[in-house]
């Protein structure tokens, strides 16, 4: 038998030779690619936008604002429209399809200059309108006339923070059936949250306040929107005249404990988290160009977990101190009142919006939803172990790309359930669609069963399923721990 | 006992886990020249488009390696020695082994052409080549493709996102017609123009023109004509890469030649995945399968030898998929590109060009399906591959082999209309 002698080369010397450290060198944005071809449209459309900054910034500065439409108009107007007509021509000629080139070059996209700048500037907005308001008095004026006509008073922060949110919602909304025109679950939940936002979290609670009733939105239910199932907001709407009052006072209760669960249980989370949410809504349109920032590691995951069950824990204790307090003539008065400020102020504030939203550009569109939401992790329980969603995997076709792990904006790691053929179940999923649009071998598809027995081994039992997963962590099925 | 795994792909890794299950305790080596962890191949792509990083192309955290005690040599194998079980490093000196298993998959084939080693002439297959991409990309504007399968597509596609001109030269009369019935071609090469890319068809390369600095300046193709560009992809198909075990008595034909259970003639030597060819016991044609799942399929099997079960390979029923620009493409059973005696084909396609779907029967059984721009289970295609279902049984139930997302326009009706009409 011959052996060849040590150090003999076998192997082409040319493959020896390559040693290319991809761990520290990575390969990440080209030196200097072509750059896309900028249609005119795209520029004029710019310029539009532009002039729409020109005429906010010259009416913030330097016009008097007595309520006048003109100003408000010409700005939000020729911001819009220039916004609009961008999207337009910057889809209008390519191909339907996926739209991820460069995604992961870009500036904007993958935390450049201009990603963190957008953060500050973003994260700067709601501090400045949580807690310094008085700054934002002319670009209160500017909606004036919006708020007079819908709700025949005067505008004041909340009212202009609720426009620009809408507004945002709607435009990139736009953006989202240009880039999805191909996939019709898309478009459909995109229409879903802009109705959502426009109708019942903007337009609605507006008219409610021109009919001196109270401002409520029906989107929003007890434990995310925390106060509606505390005894002072109980109490002022079931002691405000006529019936409405204590009928939201019904529909939160309702939609809180029965139509939560039942909803979850036919058609998973995503009916509220995807679909109907104002903050799912931002989310799923201003924040899509930043749904692959959120971290995907097991370490994220173990974090994720205990912050979103801690801050379940507070509100639920919050409440239950509150209402303990009220019905007995001040008891736990001391505890209650600081722990209704102090989870107003670091959850509902801090955590929700200025980390929540400030921090898209640079942490993904859905830090709030998958950290701290407690709403969310209500209805992820519930969709863990007792709905009959699920992400069916595609038999053997998954060859393990990616795609799907680096764009879902909860950080599931989907692709280490598909290449082993499993369905995905897990508590934090959205079902947002993502994964299955970007998938190139066609493997993942969002399924409502006809039980949630069938979902995963076990999942028959979800009592046990459950018990086990609050005795040992997640580590039952579908943990990345037992992938061997 | 050592096993030592020559190749980080998904072969070698599919095997390094399977055995670790069976084998909790033995030592497990891993070596790779290509890169530090494993990364899934068909990703290349979508790190050069920008869709994602290299970072995110490993399916397993680094941390899972140290987890399950998979040990990871960064190096080239330049050679073994058989009779002292061990295997030349190519900087880190010998490595021994008890059970040795050859995973090195392909090469990238090159026909010869004259020009064929200019620099700016590449293919597509591991990360040395997306790293020369990377650099002959920044200085290219026209580009030229070579070999119309699936990795040329690929090539085409990503230079194309980075709004580099292409022009794509193929030797067939429709873009991957030798594997592809022409009607599901038909449909690729719509797609390739719509995109702006040039596809010239049944033109042979003739050579690739040097600048005078060895760089490419021009392609040339059979019928003289020139066509200027800055890089040129060389994507003809791709064979087992046994340059390994070329000298060695390791038998090699076209790949490294291994039975059933991917045993070489050498005793504790085995190969498997795309660098093995599996000889055929009953005189048949031997076995060479070079996509993603084969290899990790190949690679399960593996483990269970490698680990001391008596295990063999079942290649089951072919299935594979791709992704042509936006088009998606799945197969179920083997459609060859032309009907064969006794095949009988239903085809029906969109009107719109972007959905269809060909069903093929044999003997009123079905036996196969293509998938065109519509996704189907396959779960339940391969079940009724394998019961032998009539054709009239599918089209009666073809709306539960859907796999599309919700809402999506279903076609069935219209499918099952037309399938039925030819059937008639």
């Known amino acids: ?484 | 006992m050592h096993t030592v795994i020559v190749g980080n792909g998904v072969t070698g890794v599919t095997a390094a886990t399977r055995l670790r299950q069976l084998q909790p305790d033995w030592k497990i080596t891993l070596v790779s020249g290509e890169s530090a962890y494993h990364y899934s191949r068909p990703a290349l792509m979508y790190i050069f488009m920008g869709h994602m990083t290299y970072e995110a192309t490993k399916p397993f955290e680094d941390r899972f390696w140290r987890d399950q005690r998979l040990d990871l040599v960064r190096d080239w194998v330049t050679g073994i020695d058989i009779e002292d079980k061990q295997l030349v490093l190519h900087r880190s000196g010998r490595l021994p082994y008890d059970r040795l298993l050859i995973a090195t998959g392909a090469k990238s084939n090159k026909f010869g052409w004259p020009g064929q080693d200019l620099e700016g002439v590449q293919g597509l297959y591991n990360l040395k080549d997306l790293r020369q991409l990377y650099e002959n990309a920044e200085r290219t504007s026209h580009a030229v493709i070579v070999g119309g399968g699936l990795i040329g597509i690929e090539l085409a596609e990503m230079l194309h996102s980075r709004h580099i001109h292409v022009t794509f030269l193929i030797r067939e009369a429709s873009y991957w017609c030798n594997i592809l019935p022409i009607e599901e071609s038909g449909m690729i090469n719509r797609l390739i123009e719509e995109q702006g890319i040039g596809l010239i068809r049944e033109t042979n390369l003739k050579e690739i023109v040097d600048d005078g600095s060895g760089r490419v300046e021009a392609v040339v193709t059979e019928f003289d004509d020139r066509i200027d560009c800055q890089l040129v992809g060389l994507t003809p198909g791709v064979s087992p890469n046994t340059d390994l075990v070329k000298s060695t008595p390791i038998e090699t034909g076209r790949g490294v030649l291994v039975d059933n259970s991917f045993r070489t003639n050498i005793p504790d030597i085995y190969a498997a995945g795309d660098c093995a060819e599996i000889v055929s016991r009953n005189g048949g044609r031997n076995l060479i399968q070079q996509v993603w799942y084969t290899g990790k399929k190949q690679g399960k099997v593996a483990g269970e030898v490698l680990a001391g079960e008596d295990t063999a390979y079942n290649p089951g029923i072919w299935y594979n998929s791709a992704k042509f620009f936006d088009l998606e493409y799945q197969t179920y059973g083997m459609i060859l590109s032309t009907p064969q005696p006794g095949e009988h084909h239903l085809y029906w396609e969109h009107p719109s060009h972007r959905h269809a779907v060909r069903v093929v029967g044999t003997d009123g059984c079905i036996k196969a399906f293509n998938f065109m721009g519509i996704r189907a289970r396959h779960e339940v295609c391969e079940r009724w591959i394998a019961e032998r279902r009539s054709v009239e049984y599918v089209l009666g139930h073809l709306e539960e082999a859907n796999f599309d997302p919700e809402f999506f326009v279903r076609h069935e009706t219209e499918i099952v209309r037309s399938l039925k009409e030819q059937l008639a």
């Open chain 1, 1 to 484: 038998m011959s052996t060849p002698p040590a150090g003999t080369t076998l192997i082409d010397p040319e493959t020896i030779s390559y040693f290319y450290d991809e761990e520290a060198d990575g390969f990440g944005e080209p030196a200097s690619a072509a750059e896309a071809p900028r249609k005119p449209g795209m520029m004029v459309s710019a310029g539009v936008i532009g002039l729409g900054f020109l005429v906010l910034v010259v009416s913030l500065l330097g016009m008097p604002l007595s309520g006048a439409w003109t100003p408000f108009l010409l700005s939000f107007g020729l911001l819009s429209a220039g916004t609009i007509s961008y999207v337009w021509f910057t889809y209008k000629d390519t191909v339907p399809g996926i739209k991820h080139d460069g995604v992961m070059f870009g500036n904007t996209t993958h935390r450049g200059a201009i990603a963190w700048a957008l953060g500050i500037a973003l994260t700067g907005f709601y501090v400045v309108l949580y807690w310094w308001p008085e700054y934002l008095a002319r670009t209160i004026m500017l909606v004036e006339p919006l708020s007079q006509a819908l709700a025949g008073q005067p505008a004041n922060q909340w009212f202009l923070y609720g426009f620009l949110y809408t507004m945002a919602v709607v435009l990139f909304g736009f953006r989202m059936f240009m880039r999805y025109r191909h996939n019709r679950y898309h478009i459909i939940r995109t229409i879903s949250v802009m109705f959502f936002q426009l109708v019942l979290a903007f337009v609605l609670p507006q008219f409610l306040r021109a009919l001196n009733e109270p401002e409520f939105y029906f989107s929003y239910f007890w434990p995310l929107k925390y106060d509606y199932l505390f005894p002072g907001t109980v109490d002022y709407l079931v002691n405000s005249p006529g019936a409405l009052g204590s009928f939201m006072v019904f529909w939160g209760v309702i939609c809180s404990f029965i139509a939560t669960p039942v909803l979850t249980y036919f058609y998973g989370k995503r009916w509220y988290c995807s679909w109907v949410c104002g903050c799912g809504g931002l989310a799923e349109t201003l924040g899509d160009p930043w749904r692959h920032l959120t971290p995907k590691s097991t370490v994220s995951w173990k974090i994720e977990r205990a912050i979103i069950y801690a801050v379940l824990l507070l509100i639920i204790l919050t409440t239950a101190v509150l209402w303990v307090s009220s019905t007995s003539q001040g008891a736990l008065s001391a505890i209650s009142a600081p722990l209704k400020q102090w989870y107003g102020f670091y959850i509902g504030a801090v955590f929700a919006g200025v980390i929540g939203v400030g921090f898209y550009p640079v942490l993904g569109n859905r830090v709030w939803c998958r950290f701290g939401c407690p709403m969310a992790a209500v209805l992820g329980i519930i969709q863990r172990f007792f709905s009959r969603f699920r992400i069916t995997t595609n038999g053997g076709q998954c060859m393990s790309c990616g795609n799907c792990t680096t764009y879902c904006e909860m950080g599931i790691d989907v692709r280490a359930y598909a290449e082993r053929g499993e369905n995905i179940v897990r508590s934090s999923c959205v079902g947002c669609g993502v994964c299955s649009a970007v998938c190139p071998r066609g493997v993942l598809k969002l399924e409502n069963g006809r039980s949630h027995g069938d979902r995963y081994p076990g999942s028959d039992k979800p009592l046990g399923a459950f018990s086990t997963a609050i005795s040992k962590g997640a580590r039952v099925y579908g943990d990345r721990d037992g992938y061997v």
